[in-house]
């Protein structure tokens, strides 16, 4: 069993005492913030949720997201810390512990998105099939041989190394951010607890454990070889024996109770799904599963949230509500996120054990009642919104953007920092990459042997692109296609 006094650890990577200071914060607060002090989280207010690039001051860009995933995450804290408390469930867990775990899951939250590239996670689909093709098809002629042959970048690279692009996630970026991009006082980052870091890490395996239809810990990378060191770290000294960190599963519900609700709400706002077809569909769907004895709680708390939007409309129809669409759809919303929050609390103390130990495979709310009309809203925006020519356009467009950028500064970082002579263009390409970037890749890259160096170049530039706000990025597009 894992232990709360270890899991909790606020150790920092890089230590430090004050001496004579009166600050009474606990490290956990001032992890908070640093977070909202910082640049990348301030940039979170122009990367979109699911509209990129959209005007419209109603939808919700990644900075509203996290503020909406901090809050269910803390009221989440919340409920599990009184509940173990309440019902002596754990020794190792202390009454101090509850507000403690509040704090890692108000930050968590705040920092859950902060390692994601422009355009939403179809960003994250763009990095990667670049790179599929990519490392095949540029070449370069490795300074450390001295035949002259241009070879595939890909054998150039270890086969962790080469996984890592291949299979690039933005929750691994966000590791890299908080340890190391956010260059302010060193080489460390935000210079966060441990135990925040190990609560963000949602997928504690390396690009080479994948394992898509295993227990969800492996089903995408948490890390890059580059920060292995730092996960290893974070890991031992949260005592996590490769197990996902507890608080990372409350983290993971308020995450899909927020995008859930919130992506039939923009859908509504935008004019992508009407009351009368969310009633419609939700109806269509009310049947499935009824042959399965085990589906029987779940199919209550579907059906109950059926007749309570219906309910909702027919009651602001009689009050004689301009609205009553819009009435019966946002004050629904809010009741299943309570319905929603209440069955994350409860599988996470029904499950407790096996989540202590590291045995609990799935996700809190698809091992509950409510996991029926959870999955059915994700489908319901994904059938309404993601695969609607609207989002297709933009996403085609985006996709474009991204592997331009890719394409030229792959190019231009091949040569950087060897003992050959960058080309007038390549060069001033460089000075556009953020100086703090740079200062990271040279701290990180010292010491380090040719071929180590080329893979941190190439990180270098998902580092960049995945910095790049969605304007941004737009616009540098552009001006590096000739459009001033």
């Given at each position: 069993m894992m232990d709360w006094q270890t899991l909790l650890c606020p150790d920092r990577i890089r230590s430090?005492?004050?001496?004579?200071?009166?600050?009474?914060?606990?490290?956990?607060?001032?992890?908070?913030?640093?977070?909202?002090?910082?640049?990348?989280?301030?940039?979170?207010?122009?990367?979109?949720?699911?509209?990129?690039?959209?005007?419209?001051?109603?939808?919700?860009?990644?900075?509203?997201?996290?503020?909406?995933?901090?809050?269910?995450?803390?009221?989440?804290?919340?409920?599990?810390?009184?509940?173990?408390?309440?019902?002596?469930?754990?020794?190792?867990?202390?009454?101090?512990?509850?507000?403690?775990?509040?704090?890692?899951?108000?930050?968590?939250?705040?920092?859950?998105?902060i390692g994601n590239p422009p355009f939403g996670h179809f960003g994250e689909t763009s990095i990667r099939t670049f790179f599929q093709e990519a490392l095949q098809r540029i070449t370069y002629v490795p300074e450390w041989t001295e035949d002259g042959t241009p070879v595939p970048l890909e054998s150039l690279l270890t086969e962790a190394q080469r996984a890592d692009f291949l299979h690039f996630e933005g929750n691994a970026q966000a590791l890299r951010v908080v340890t190391k991009l956010h260059y302010l006082v060193d080489e460390h980052g935000m210079n966060l607890t441990k135990a925040l870091l190990a609560s963000i890490i949602k997928y504690p395996v390396s690009s080479l454990e994948i394992d898509p239809v295993g227990p969800i810990r492996a089903h995408k990378m948490g890390y890059f070889q580059a920060d292995r060191e730092i996960f290893q770290d974070v890991e031992s000294s949260c005592g996590l024996f490769g197990n996902r960190h507890p608080l990372t599963y409350l983290l993971?519900?308020?995450?899909?109770?927020?995008?859930?609700?919130?992506?039939?709400?923009?859908?509504?706002?935008?004019?992508?799904?009407?009351?009368?077809?969310?009633?419609?569909?939700?109806e269509a769907r009310c049947g499935e599963g009824d042959e399965k004895k085990e589906d029987s709680e779940s199919q209550s708390v579907y059906r109950q949230a059926l007749e309570d939007?219906?309910?909702?409309?027919?009651?602001?129809?009689?009050?004689?509500?301009?609205?009553?669409?819009?009435?019966?759809?946002?004050?629904?919303?809010?009741?299943?996120?309570?319905?929603?929050?209440?069955?994350?609390?409860?599988?996470?103390?029904?499950?407790?054990?096996?989540?202590?130990?590291?045995?609990?495979?799935?996700?809190?709310?698809?091992?509950?009642?409510?996991?029926?009309?959870?999955?059915?809203?994700?489908?319901?925006?994904?059938?309404?919104?993601?695969?609607?020519?609207t989002i297709i356009h933009i996403e085609?467009?985006?996709?474009?953007?991204?592997?331009?950028?890719?394409?030229?500064?792959?190019?231009?970082?091949?040569?950087?920092?060897?003992?050959?002579?960058?080309?007038?263009?390549?060069?001033?390409?460089?000075?556009?990459?953020?100086?703090?970037?740079?200062?990271?890749?040279?701290?990180?890259?010292?010491?380090?042997?040719?071929?180590e160096k080329l893979y941190l170049r190439l990180l270098l530039v998902t580092d960049y692109v995945c910095g790049m706000t969605d304007s941004y990025a737009q616009s540098l597009y552009w001006k590096l296609n000739g459009r001033i």
């Open positions: 430090y005492h004050a001496k004579g200071s009166s600050d009474l914060r606990s490290e956990y607060e001032k992890d908070y913030h640093r977070i909202i002090g910082s640049a990348s989280f301030r940039r979170l207010q122009d990367k979109t949720q699911v509209f990129p690039l959209d005007q419209s001051d109603f939808v919700r860009t990644r900075l509203t997201h996290s503020l909406e995933v901090s809050s269910f995450a803390k009221s989440l804290g919340q409920s599990v810390g009184r509940a173990i408390l309440r019902d002596g469930r754990d020794p190792s867990f202390h009454l101090e512990n509850q507000t403690d775990i509040c704090d890692i899951l108000s930050c968590a939250g705040l920092l859950h998105d993971e519900a308020a995450d899909d109770i927020a995008y859930h609700t919130a992506d039939i709400e923009d859908a509504y706002r935008k004019g992508f799904l009407t009351y009368h077809q969310l009633r419609d569909e939700l939007l219906k309910h909702r409309y027919e009651k602001a129809v009689g009050k004689k509500i301009t609205r009553p669409d819009n009435y019966a759809i946002q004050n629904w919303l809010i009741k299943v996120q309570t319905v929603l929050l209440g069955a994350a609390q409860q599988s996470f103390m029904d499950h407790y054990d096996a989540i202590m130990d590291g045995s609990f495979e799935t996700e809190l709310l698809d091992a509950t009642g409510a996991g029926k009309l959870n999955s059915v809203l994700g489908e319901l925006a994904n059938d309404y919104v993601f695969q609607s020519s085609v467009a985006a996709d474009s953007i991204l592997k331009g950028l890719l394409e030229k500064f792959t190019a231009a970082v091949l040569d950087y920092d060897t003992d050959r002579e960058l080309t007038p263009y390549n060069q001033r390409l460089m000075t556009l990459v953020s100086e703090n970037y740079r200062e990271i890749y040279q701290i990180y890259g010292r010491d380090k042997s040719p071929q």
